[in-house]
């Protein structure tokens, strides 16, 4: 209270009282002034016996309340039932500590509606970088959009590829088809020159057929001389029988020793087999127990400490699966190769070499036979190769007279109406040929060329679309979503912290109202905590003290709950308003006290008893 209030209030109060004791002494005065005066005077006033001690310097005491100065009525802000009370009344607690919580189901509920609220926003946050696109800031969905932008092009440019490939195999089908005309004109015109030139090329052919005469009759000499000159050369066949049975048999030697070391590379390669099962089987494990950790963190909500703008690693739960489906694959890889070579050896490799073993086996068989003939005598099958020849000549120097004998009747009917069935052909050729140019000639396929338009103007649309950035009214319902999301999130947070009781200060448990499984409301005092060192007394002072006493006016103060202990008192303030109960007047007054050190003010101190010393 300011100093100059405080004196006004008490000069107040020393008006009020002299009024007070004034008002029955005029009354006492008025009579005797109205006495006249031969009335006597009464007997004189008998002095009233005193104290020795004058009232002032004698204390007096002042009942009151203890007041603290700081307290607090906490209560739950949402309703339910109560879990668990962690505080009795004359508990001290901490700033911060869970004084009580409610119902464990319901803070299970909300911890999961909690998790499922994060999950919604990522997800939510997911698709609104999709919508975003090329302006997302996340670099993935950014570089995604990128490609997708890239991929558009290609197929813009696949498209307009399309049409100028369709029009450049217009103009080379029009070419062929030009082309193939003028080869059919050309054909024609050799099969009908062949059918006119027949008779005159039938004089040629009697010449060529003379030709071939003599020269059967060359070939059947030359296979004559062979036969007789086949004698000599028997002794170099021996040696070159010799020479291919030695590189036979070294051949035979090595597909025989890769036949033994069949068996032993099978019982390495099934090691080898086992060895890469085993690693793979590790790297799978490892890979599994990553993921399953992580998800694990996922479920249990070790994510709810995330800061505003954080938000669940996608990336990383993406690269743990992928690193588990990989090492997965390669353990089914290696099961079924080993699976395959504990079946035994591949029966085709097997058969291979045992094929190629026995077939140089027959080949060094063959040879060895031919040896033993050749050392015999001349290969007969050979000399009756060289005079098989010479019936063969004979035989062609016999078609080659009976052609020119042929020849020498005259032209060949048949010959003639082949070449003019052979013209005809060509006739029938000329007009598919001009049939399909005429097709050409006619023009473009006007309804695969719109096709092919459409085509070019869809894909120039999808890669106009995307490089034009995200729809405005995609993004605006994406990013609304995503704010409604993030409201329902915070508003499950809120209701899961008030779902626990915190002291806001440091203090002591004053009143405890509920135990678990009590039904609470929303905003009814559960809990009152109090700060235990900042205290004081507000009594009241009758009229006939109060002007005993002032700002600053020591005392001491007793509390039924420590009887042992006396507080020091000092009035700090006097308020100026009277009350009246029971026909007596007092004004209300604050003291201030001071609290020693290892001494605890009890939650109910009871009586409070404070002694003034004027």
Partial sequence: MHPNRIVDASSSRRLFIVSLILIPALALLVPACGRSSDEAPGPPPRAESRPSVAPEARGFEVPGQLIFAK???????????VGEVHVAVGDVVRSGDVLATVDSETIRDLRFAESQGLYQIDKLQDDLDRVLGLESPDALIRAQAEGDLAKAELRLQSAQDKLEDYLLQYDVDLGSARKAVADAKFMLDQAEDAVSDFADMHGESFAAALARRSTARTTLNDARDAVTDFLPLHDEAVARLESRIANVETLLDNALDDLRD?????????????VQLAAAESRLETAQDAFDEFHVMV??????????????????????????????????????????????????????AQATVARLQSELGRLNRQLRDELVGPDQTELDRLEANVLVAQESLDRAERDLAELEQGIDQLKLASLEAGAQSARLSLEAAESKLARLEE??????????NQQIVTAREARDELAAGPDAAAVALARANLANAK?????????????????????????VTVKPEDVITVDARVIQLVDPTDVSVRGLVEANNVERIEVGTTGSVTLAALPDVELDAQVIEISPNAKTERGVISFPVEFAIVIPSGVTIPPNPGLVTTTVRP
């Fill in 487 to 511: 409201l329902d999130h915070n508003e499950i947070a809120e209701d899961l912290e008030r779902s626990y009781l915190s002291a806001p200060f440091a203090g002591l448990v004053r009143l």
């Fill in 71 to 81: 307290s607090a009525d906490l209560a739950f802000e949402i309703s339910g039932e």
């Fill in 262 to 274: 069949f068996d032993v590379d099978h019982e390495q390669q099934i090691a080898s087999a086992r």
């Fill in 299 to 352: 479920i249990d909500g070790r994510f709810h400490s995330l800061q505003d703008g954080q938000t669940f690693d996608v990336v990383r739960f993406e690269a743990l699966q992928a690193a588990v489906d990989s090492a997965k694959r390669d353990v089914g890889h290696w099961e079924t190769e080993l699976s395959d070579l504990e079946a035994g050896p591949k029966e085709v490799d097997r058969t291979g």
């Fill in 443 to 452: 023009g473009i396929d006007q309804a695969v060329l719109a096709d092919l």
